[in-house]
Each structure stands twice: as C-alpha cells, then as structure tokens.
C-alpha cells in the first residue's frame, strides 16, 4: 500500500486516526486527532475511504484479537481489572533509545536524553487526553540518567502516584505510573 502526505488513515491498533505528515523509510508519522505526532509502522495504519474514520474500540479489538497492540512507541495491555470488574488499558513506552529512533548515531548523550524525553512527554500528553490511568515506562537501568529523568518530569505532574514497576516482569528498569481523575466517568 503506497500513502501519501496528507492522507486520512485509521490506527489498527488503538482507536482513531489522523492525516500523515511524513512518510520515511521505516516509518511513517500521523497527527493524530488530538494534534500529537504518532510515529507508526506500515501495518499499523488502514487508509481512510471516506471522510469517517472513528472506529470504537471494539472494532479495534476485534481486529487485533491475536496481536500484541504494539506500537513503535508504546503498547496497551488489557486484563487489569477494575472495581466494576471491566478491563483497563495499561500503557507500556519503552525509552531505550533503539525503539525511539531510526538511527542514534552521531547524537551525544544529551541530545538522546532530550529525545527520550520528548517521547516521554508526548506519550503521557496522549495517555492523559485518552484519560488512561495506568503506565508504564521502561527506562532500563544503566547509569540511572534516564530514570531519574523521568522521575524529575513525574514530580512535576499532578494527581499521579509513581513506583518502580514489577520486577518479575521488567526487573528494576521500569516505573509505573497511576494517574487520578476528578469525576465520577467510569
């Protein structure tokens, strides 16, 4: 399937869509319908015939029933269970570097770090706006740099509590995040 700049496209693996805004040789990035960049694979996106491309949830289910819902950038895990005894959507972002860029070569340190960081802001800008409530955030160990980082960014935000995440599941390079949201909508 050839895209094109400009070209309506529903997200296979999440609800909605956006218009493409640039097409590169591993990747093509969408704005998506609340103006974030979406960086997604070929078979993550569908063409849009037609001007309405909401799909609902269960449409989206449907269609990834024996997928992973993996993205470039993060992934949804459902199966948590809620006070009212219905799924939750947990989303995952990976930091580490190779799953955030084409090609790292001949950035400096700092410069991936801001990198990180600007994935890291505009993954939890979409979760908030989805108005998800549960993350997580793999940082790796390292040196520590990137997860104290993250950590500082976290302290910054408002209604979220924030612990290292399961360490039989992502060992100590992961922080799990919980966001709280006024209201009675659930």
């Given amino acids: 399937m050839r895209y094109s700049i400009g070209q309506k496209v529903v997200f296979m693996n999440e609800p909605g869509g956006g218009t493409i805004k640039s097409i590169g040789a591993t990747k093509i990035v969408v704005i998506d319908e609340d103006g974030f960049e979406q960086p997604c694979r070929l078979d993550e996106i569908a063409p849009v015939h037609g001007e309405e491309y909401h799909l609902n949830a269960d449409d989206i289910v449907a269609i990834n029933a024996d997928e992973s819902f993996a ?9 948590f269970l809620t006070g009212k005894r219905k799924p939750i959507d947990v989303w995952e972002i990976d ?18 770090l801001a990198k990180q960081m600007r994935e890291l802001r505009t993954f939890y800008q979409r979760a908030k706006s989805k108005r ?6 793999i940082h790796g160990v390292g040196l520590g740099v990137l997860k104290e980082e993250v950590r500082t960014f976290l302290d910054r935000q408002d209604s979220i509590d924030y612990f290292d995440a ?13 966001i709280r949201y006024s209201g009675n909508d659930d």
């Fill in 71 to 79: 993205t470039i950038n993060h992934h949804v895990k459902n199966g």
């Fill in 166 to 178: 399961d360490f039989r599941e992502y060992g100590k390079g992961a922080t799990a995040v919980e």
């Fill in 95 to 112: 930091l580490h570097i190779e799953t955030t860029a084409d090609s790292h070569s001949g950035l400096s340190n700092g410069e991936i």
């Fill in 132 to 137: 998800i409530r549960k993350l997580v955030i």
